[in-house]
């Protein structure tokens, strides 16, 4: 089993509002709070991911309070993992007065994607010294969502060039050519487009980490480590123990334990714990499967064992946590 797909598909990565954007210097925007947006662009989502990405020209952004900018080229993506508030202008150090609630209804009013024109008082009659493909992402953040909790809070792509295969450089020229088109269909494909766009930073985020990195996304790539984590994706309903974990990891059991603790800050079977929960969350969430058939699903004995293990890491019943989600 893949564990970062697995991962991704368990909190229901989802892709929604999309934007063109051409700007003029001088320019700056400034992205609302995630209380603000996730309402309006998916209700119901609890993570917001926010991206934009250089099509042409040159920009700056910047996480509001963060004193260094990420600069970006055509060709550059940036996602700020977290959703929070952020600026993104012509130069550096520029702040401009957040967006309304009441300009956030007239910007989603119409078809995908959504088109602005960013530009400075006076400055309408110059041209575009940028275009961004600008939108979010939003996903589940609870009970365990071990990759969004281990992506730093801004991550900067590197650059695609213009023959760059890859999802992210496919994602570059076919959200280019749906933007200007607007052909019908185009608002399902922009937001699948977005979700392969954010896995493709992801892996090169991914494959970008120093030696001695800690963490989830680095245990990933750990040999014994990395495959413990598939074996208890793939099979979370067995029965694991530590040994049997390190036996078909192809490692001792006392170098798996010390190696998986170093790496994700939690014991194999408090991780596989946590997992069963994400999987039964997901359950609960997703239609009317009864509480004892989620626990088997999830690997327990009985419906009162799971219930209690549910309780003891949500904070509430099984029961309780589906009517306040169906809510």
């Known amino acids: ?41 998916l209700p119901g ?11 042409e020209g040159e920009c700056y952004a910047a996480r509001v309070g963060d004193k260094e900018p990420v600069h970006l080229r055509a060709g550059e993506v940036v996602v700020f993992t977290r959703g929070d508030p952020h600026v993104m202008s012509s130069a550096p150090g520029m702040r401009a007065q957040p967006v309304t609630q009441a300009e956030i209804e007239v910007a989603t009013a119409g078809p995908l994607p959504f088109f602005r024109d960013v530009f400075n008082e006076g400055g309408g009659n110059l041209p ?16 365990f969502n071990p990759l969004f909790d281990n992506l730093p809070p801004v991550i900067k792509s590197g650059r695609v060039e213009g023959d760059d295969s890859s999802w992210l450089g496919e994602f570059i020229r076919v959200a280019m050519l749906e933007a200007s088109a607007k052909r019908a269909g185009g608002e399902s494909v922009l937001a699948k487009l977005t979700e392969l766009m954010f896995i493709e930073v992801v892996r090169r985020y991914l494959e970008s980490l120093p030696p001695g990195q800690s963490g989830w996304l680095a245990g990933l790539r750990d040999p014994f480590v990395g495959k413990a984590l598939s074996l208890m ?7 694991w123990t530590i040994e049997a974990l390190a036996r ?22 408090h991780y596989l714990a946590n997992w069963r929960m994400q999987i039964a969350a997901g359950l609960l969430s997703g239609g009317t499967t009864n509480i004892a058939t989620i626990a088997a699903e999830t690997g327990y004995g009985s419906e009162a064992a799971f219930s209690r293990a549910f309780k003891k890491m949500v904070g509430m019943p099984p029961a309780a946590w589906r009517r306040r989600k169906a809510a």
């Open 1 to 41: 089993m893949d564990a970062l797909s697995d991962v991704l598909r368990a909190v229901r990565l989802t892709g929604a509002t999309f934007f063109d954007v051409i700007a003029r210097a001088p320019w700056c925007a400034e992205q609302p709070t995630r209380e603000q947006v996730l309402p309006k662009i």
């Open 45 to 55: 989502a609890e993570h917001l991911i926010s991206y934009h990405v250089v099509t």
């Open 128 to 143: 575009p010294s940028v275009k961004l493909v600008c939108g979010f992402l939003a996903c589940d953040a609870q009970p």
């Open 233 to 239: 994706h793939g099979a979370p309903t067995r029965a």
């Open 248 to 269: 078909e990891a192809g490692v001792s059991r006392s170098v798996l334990a010390e190696r998986f603790t170093e790496l994700l800050g939690l014991p194999p079977m």
